[in-house]
C-alpha cells in the first residue's frame, strides 16, 4: 500500500512562489480560480471559533489531510476548513482503493493515514503557508477571516491517551510547531516568512464517533472535550436518526436508488432519537458552564452495504446526493424539536446549485467532499460562493442574515432562527422531489480502451480530480517526439510521495486500469523513478520534463 510522505515545509512554500511567479497558479489551483468576493457583499459567518469570511469549506476527508490540500481549497474560497479527523490509531492499514465516486459517493476511509505528529505537522504547515500567502496579498482579497476546524474520533479510551492529548494541546498552542517550521527553511525563505501567525491553530472540534457509540460514551467524549482541552465542540450526527423505514423509503423509494442495500442492524445499534435529544440537552448546559458552545453536524456518512463490489469489506459509507436528502429532512426533524438552540453545520451533498439554500436554511459552516471528487476539483469551489452572491443581489441582500429573512420572507427586525427554520422547513418538504437527487437511469458502462503509461487520452482528469494534487502534467521534449517516443505533446505522471492509491482518478478517466496504477511513478525527495516497461529513452525524457517543469 502507498503510504503518503508530507512534503517539507520548504518544499512547500518554495513550490508555491515559484509556481505563482512562473505560472500564476498555486498546487495546480490556477490564479482565474483564486477566490475574490464581490464588492459590497458581506460572506462573512460569526462561529465559535471566531469570524469566517465566507462559510464554505471541505469537510473533513481526502482534502484536508495534507498542508497542500488546504491551500489550494483556502485559494477556491474556503475559510472554514474543517481538517481531517484523526485518532488515536494512527498506523491502520486502509484498503486501496478506498473511494468510489461515480455519482453518489462510496468510501471506505475513515480515519487520518499520517501519524497524529505528522498531522500535526501539516495542519500547522498550512496554517502557516496562508498566512505567509495572506501577507503576501495572494489572494487580493482583503480582510480574510479564515478558521481551521479540527476533527476527533472515534472512542473516549483514543480520544482521552496522552498522544491525542498531546496533538490537541500541539493545535492549540503551536508555537513550537511554527518555530520548528521556520527553523527548517533556508535563509531566503525564512525571511519571507517572518510574518505574524496566530499560534491557536483551532478553537473549535467536530466529534466523530463509531456507528453505535453509546451515549454516555458521547457523553464522556464531549465532556473531556469541553472541560479537559475547553474546545467548543460539533457533535456529527447520523442518518441512522432519521429511522430505518423512513430512510428506507426515502432512498429507495423516493429516490430511486435501489441498488443501495441498508442494514437494519445499523439502525437499531446506532444513537436513537430520544437518547440523542436528552443527550445534546445536558451537553449544552455542560458547554455552557464552562463558557463554551455546544453544536450539532448533519450529517455523517450513511453506513450501507458493499453491493457494488469496487471496494473491499462488507460495509461502504454512502455519501453524495441522496444523502443531501436524508440530511436536510433530518435537520429539519431536529429543529423543529429543539428550535433554534443549537447552531447547526452541514455536509451532505452540497453542491454549487445547493449551496444558497443551504445558506438560507441556516447551516453554517457548509462544507463540501463528494462534489471536490468530480472534475476541475477544487477549482469548483468558487461557484459555490457566485452561486451564493448572485442569489443575494437576487433578493436585494448584502448579508447573509438579510439573505436568510429575505428567503423567507419575513421583515429585517425578525429573527434569524425564525427565518432560517421557515426556509428549511419548506425545502425539506422539496428537496426530495428534485430531479437532481434522483438515482440517474441504469446503463450499460461503456467499454473502455485500456489506458497505456504514455500517450494516453489527455483528458487531464486524473490531475484535476486527485484530492492530493498528486498528478503532474509535463511537455513532452520535442527531441522524444521527434524520435517517436511520445505522439502527445503531454504525458502524466504521478508523484508517489503524494498519491495514496485512493482509486478517485480511476473512477473518472476515460480508459481502463487506472492512472495510479499505470503511468510512471516519480519519488522527488528519492529521486526515484518507477515505470515498468517503459524504455530507457522514454524514462530519459520524462526524467528531463520533470526537471525542466521544477526549474
Known sequence: MAALTPKPFAHLLARALEEYEHDRSIFH?????????????????VLPGGR?????????GPHTQLAQNLVAAWLAGSRVLELKTVQVLDRLEIPRPCIDAP???????????????????????????????????????TGAHTIFDGSVGYDLAGIRSATVARFL??????????????????????AIADVPVPARVFDTVTLSSFHGCPPAELEGIVEHLLTRHALHVVVKL???LLGYEAVEEVLRGTLGYEHV?????????????NDALRMLDWLSGLAARNGLTLGVKFSNTLVVKNTRGRLEGEHVYLSGPPLHVIATMLADRFVRATGSRYAISFSAGITAENFPDAIANGFGPVTTCTDLLKPTGYRRLPRYLKALEADMERVGAANLAEYVRARAGLMPSAPVSEAAAANLHVYAGRVASDPAYHAPAPAEPAARETLPMFDCESCNNCLLVCPNGAFHALESPPTAMAAGDFQRELQWVVDGGTCNECGNCDTHCPQEGGPWRVKPRWNPEKLAFDAPGATPPQIAAIMAAWGSAKR
Open 169 to 190: 494541546d500541539d493545535m492549540l498552542d503551536s508555537r513550537a510547531l511554527l518555530s520548528s517550521l521556520r527553523e527548517s527553511l533556508p535563509a531566503p525563505l525564512r
Open 52 to 60: 469566517a469570511s465566507t462559510p464554505l469549506g471541505p469537510a473533513a
Open 261 to 273: 442495500e441498508l442494514d437494519r442492524a445499523a439502525f437499531d445499534k446506532d444513537l436513537q432519537w
Open 103 to 141: 455519482g453518489e459517493g462510496y468510501n471506505v476511509e475513515w480515519s487520518q493515514e499520517l501519524s497524529l505528529e505528522e498531522s500535526a505537522r501539516e495542519y500547522a504547515k498550512a496554517w502557516y503557508l496562508i498566512h505567509i500567502l495572506r501577507a503576501r496579498g495572494i489572494p487580493s482579497e
Open 238 to 240: 447520523n442518518p441512522t
Open 29 to 45: 489551483l490556477p490564479r482565474r480560480s483564486f477566490w475574490k468576493p464581490r464588492e459590497g457583499l458581506d460572506l462573512s459567518v
